[in-house]
């Protein structure tokens, strides 16, 4: 263990070593924090996106806090819900179970951009008789425009932006600019101010009752802006940390080990035993790493588990396995394996106790490098379709953002924020495996 | 990569001893080489056909698809519009029978693996099943070879230049070593870490989304330009940025580990020997360093040469480049076995061949390779 703590402090001589590791702890604590906050069920639950669950949020919006490099500032989302306001409710009652409920929801709104959308979510309870509301939007300049008048059911959706006798009425604008537009601007511009949307609704039952959210869509939403289904990104892009780490860590383990075992065996026995392990791998070159991959995904388990399991699978038996093969067999012919036999060890305590420990140093290194590749792996596997169904992970996104046009509609921020994880974290690991190589690597050593 | 595969050849490579023993050694050897490598190949090949097929299950997918489109076909047709659903339905079985006559699948998959096989290894690689080329044919060969041009200008120019640019970066770096150009080799060489598409998107983004320099992918503007020098101008500018990226995805760890493979090479005794004689810098490198680390260049250019045939399935997709790699990933969407067969067969027979010649090849460049030696020089 001397060796290894020695070894540890010669790494804190190299400056990539020690960046690359600030680069792994930082990846570990969001990992952690990604874990903490919010379990793995829900996660996916949340993703997987069902109906309602991104309700609140904007389609397509760039993080908010590319405000703070805007002159112009870009408006976030306002949600404004009746039920978290009741100062903001009178209930009257006219007599003959007829009930007036008048809602008014105020909202501030000073941004230089108008909203991306407007839109009215309104929930009654009522046993048989529908309630009915109008609804009335007053601007800062005093102006008020119908823009609802319906009877509703118990949970209806009013998208002022699609409503098109609405646009009509507002002189060819969506509600999104029009409700917005300073009347007396040449080209549109957003009047600022206090907004208000007047509800008056009619209840015909004894308990019957409405509530009325009202969700002013931004064109800007939370630390990292949300996607096509209206996703907030920063969901895949904190839960996709531990996923990849795991990942690139397990997948590297094991198709480091396995390949340094397997090609120890090889050598040791010799004979039928290597000659084997030869013809595997020369007839896993040839093989089609693709369609196996399709045909398992389609056959039995799209599971992200499984693919790269068997993604590891195949990559033991490739190049690898020739390069350790040619360590072992130097090693094979060292005196101290000599005298080893010469006590009658074994074989399986001279493959495990004296040929493995002595290549260690070199697989640590190789085995820190392969993470990045795994990392970047998962978003090979994405981009071909092979993608966990489930879970959130930087990959999907990556290829969501692609398979969408970001590029072309400027949606670069959909791009940019998973690769630059993906990056980072490939940077991480591979600046510490390259100096552990330098380091831990007898032959290369200085150089 | 195939730069650290390299070395593994070696160890069980001929030699070219005088004397007519030698000479029969080095045929018995070829001959136990060919075989071994061919029986590789068939096998390979065999499970690559099972694979293909899904161990038989893809043709059960087909035969449903077979019957649910003459279904289709003969429920809209108004001919058999008087027929009674049962007497459709036996024009259906009939139909079908026909079909799957005509495409073989009225025999056992296993009967057919079989044929597949020995068609694939005599190159007979028959007609495609649901793909065709451009220009309409459904001949794999035809289909292969229309691809195959443009995934060779791709990855054939990203490979040259990456190769040559990467060798003799690193010989003049470990010339220089340990100056500023070599510190930041060494610094930048984790940016390989990233794949080529993955690089391929940022391009994109930056030259063709932002700058609008170059175009977003595709081979040629459409339509394509009637000169020849305006052809080869589009040909250049939509080649730009998938080279960019596969040249960028590779040239720092390439230019990386080359660099270190001369300067283990450079740091033997018979050069520091050579050194004290007092020999030129040019003569050291050319007959110390070179020399003797010729035969893994040789065999790294060659085996990354082969890995060319196939192209790069994703750069390609990210690129719109018709290459053989989108074709190939078409073929196992569509679960086309013939092309699938016929790609595997072709790079397979590449692979083996260059192989057995590079067995050869590292005799005649390295003397100090003998028959059988397993003493394993490790790089």
Redesign the interface.
């Known amino acids: 263990m001397t060796w290894l703590a020695s070894n540890l402090r010669l790494l804190g001589r190299y400056p990539?070593a020690v960046a690359?590791l600030v680069v792994i702890l930082v990846l570990v604590a969001t990992a952690i924090y990604a874990v903490v906050s919010m379990p793995l069920t829900e996660a996916i639950n949340l993703w997987r996106g069902g109906e309602g669950l991104w309700q609140d949020t904007p389609r397509n919006a760039a993080p908010a806090w590319l405000n703070l490099f805007r002159r112009e500032k870009l408006p976030v989302t306002q949600v404004l819900d009746s039920r978290n306001l009741p100062a903001g409710k009178k209930v009257e009652d006219l007599g003959d179970g007829l009930t007036e409920i008048r809602i008014v929801l105020p909202f501030e709104f000073n941004y230089d951009g108008f909203p991306q959308e407007v839109g009215v979510f309104t929930y009654a309870t009522f046993r048989q008789a529908r309630p009915h509301a109008t609804m009335r939007w007053v601007t800062p300049d005093g102006r008020e425009i119908p823009v609802v008048d319906s009877s509703l059911r118990s949970s209806d959706q009013f998208r002022l932006s699609q409503d098109s006798r609405l646009t009509r009425r507002l002189r060819n604008q969506p509600a999104d600019v029009g409700l917005f537009a300073d009347p007396n601007a040449t080209t549109p511009r957003p009047l600022k101010g206090t907004y208000q949307l007047v509800v008056e609704g009619l209840v015909f039952e004894e308990g019957a009752d409405i509530d009325v959210k009202l969700v002013v869509y931004g064109q800007l939403h939370g630390l990292a802006g949300t996607d096509h289904r209206r996703r907030d990104l920063m969901l895949a892009l904190l839960w996709g940390t531990p996923i990849a780490l795991i990942m690139g860590f397990v997948a590297a383990v094991g198709a480091s080990l396995s390949t340094m075992l397997i090609a120890a065996i090889g050598t040791w026995y010799g004979g039928w035993v290597d000659g084997l392990i030869q013809?595997i791998t020369?007839?896993n070159?040839?093989?089609?790493v693709?369609?196996?991959l399709?045909?398992i995904g389609?056959?039995y388990s799209r599971s992200l588990v499984v693919i790269m399991g068997l993604f590891v699978l195949l990559s033991v038996f490739?190049?690898?396995i020739?390069?350790y093969?040619?360590?072992?067999?130097?090693v094979k012919e060292s005196p101290y394996i000599e005298s080893a036999r010469s006590y009658s060890a074994s074989n399986m305590r001279i493959v495990f106790r004296y040929m493995i420990p002595r290549v260690l140093p070199v697989l640590i290194p190789q085995f820190v490098?392969l993470i990045?590749?795994f990392v970047?792996l998962e978003?090979?596997l994405s981009?071909?379709g092979l993608g966990d169904p489930l879970l959130p992970t930087w990959g999907k996104v990556?290829w969501e953002a692609?398979a969408n046009g970001a590029?072309?509609n400027?949606h670069?921020y959909w791009?940019?924020a998973p690769?630059v994880l993906?990056?980072l974290t490939?940077?991480g690991?591979?600046?510490l495996?390259?100096t552990l190589d330098r380091v831990f690597n007898p032959?290369?050593r200085g150089? | 990569?195939?730069v650290?595969?390299a070395?593994?050849i070696q160890?069980s490579a001929p030699t070219a001893a005088g004397g007519t023993s030698g000479v029969w050694r080095v045929v018995r050897y070829a001959a136990t080489r060919l075989v071994?490598?061919f029986l590789?190949?068939v096998?390979?090949?065999y499970?690559?056909i099972l694979?293909?097929n899904?161990g038989g299950?893809v043709d059960e997918i087909r035969r449903a698809t077979i019957r649910e489109e003459l279904g289709t076909f003969i429920g809209m047709s108004q001919q058999y519009a008087h027929l009674t659903p049962s007497q459709r339905r036996e024009l259906v079985e009939q139909l079908a029978q026909v079909e799957f006559r005509r495409l073989g699948l009225d025999q056992p998959f296993i009967v057919r693996s079989f044929r597949y096989l020995s068609n694939a290894l005599v190159l007979n690689l028959g007609r495609a099943e649901q793909l065709t080329s451009d220009s309409g044919s459904s001949l794999v060969r035809l289909i292969i070879l229309e691809r195959l041009a443009p995934t060779l200008l791709l990855t054939g120019s990203a490979f040259l230049i990456l190769f040559f640019v990467s060798v003799f970066a690193a010989l003049a770096l470990s010339r220089n070593?340990g100056g500023v150009l070599d510190r930041l080799a060494?610094?930048l060489?984790?940016?390989?870490?990233?794949?080529s598409?993955?690089y391929g998107?940022?391009l994109?983004?930056i030259f063709?989304?932002l700058l609008r320099w170059l175009p977003?992918g595709g081979m040629v503007d459409a339509p394509p330009p009637p000169t020849r020098w305006g052809y080869f101008v589009s040909l250049v500018k939509h080649l730009i940025l998938p080279v960019g990226s596969i040249v960028l995805s590779g040239i720092f760890v390439g230019i990386?580990s080359w660099r270190?493979f001369f300067?283990?090479y450079s740091s033997e005794d018979y050069v520091d020997m050579a050194r004290a004689k007092g020999l030129s810098p040019r003569v050291i490198e050319r007959r110390y360093i070179l020399r003797p680390s010729l035969p893994f260049i040789v065999t790294s250019f060659a085996l990354s040469l082969i890995t060319l045939w196939g192209g790069s399935?994703?750069l390609e997709?990210?690129f719109n480049w018709p290459g053989l790699g989108r074709l190939?990933?078409a073929a196992?969407?569509f679960f086309d076995t013939p092309i699938?067969v016929g790609?595997?067969i072709v790079?397979?027979y590449l692979?083996a061949i260059t192989?057995f010649v590079l067995d050869f090849v590292y005799a005649l460049v390295d003397p100090r390779v003998k028959v059988g030696g397993?003493?394993?020089?490790?790089?």
């Not at chain 1, 070159?285 to 089609?288: A, E, G, R, S, T």
């Not at chain 1, 093969?325 to 130097?330: D, G, H, P, S, T």
């Not at chain 2, 397993?374 to 790089?379: A, N, T």
């Open positions: 990539s690359g013809r020369e007839l070159l040839i093989l089609p693709l369609p196996i399709i045909m389609t056959l490739s190049g690898g020739k390069t093969r040619a360590i072992f067999l130097q490098t990045p590749s970047f978003a090979t981009v071909l990556l692609e590029v072309f400027g670069y791009i940019l690769s993906l990056l490939g940077l690991f591979s600046m495996g390259f032959r290369l150089l | 990569m195939a650290s595969e070395p593994s160890s071994s490598l590789t190949t096998v390979g090949v499970l690559t694979i293909a899904m299950h070593y060494v610094a060489a984790p940016l390989s870490a990233a794949p598409w993955f998107l940022f994109i983004l063709a989304a977003f990386y270190t300067l283990i399935i994703i997709q990210v190939f990933y196992v969407q699938i790609n595997t790079y397979a692979l192989v397993s003493e394993g020089r490790s790089v």
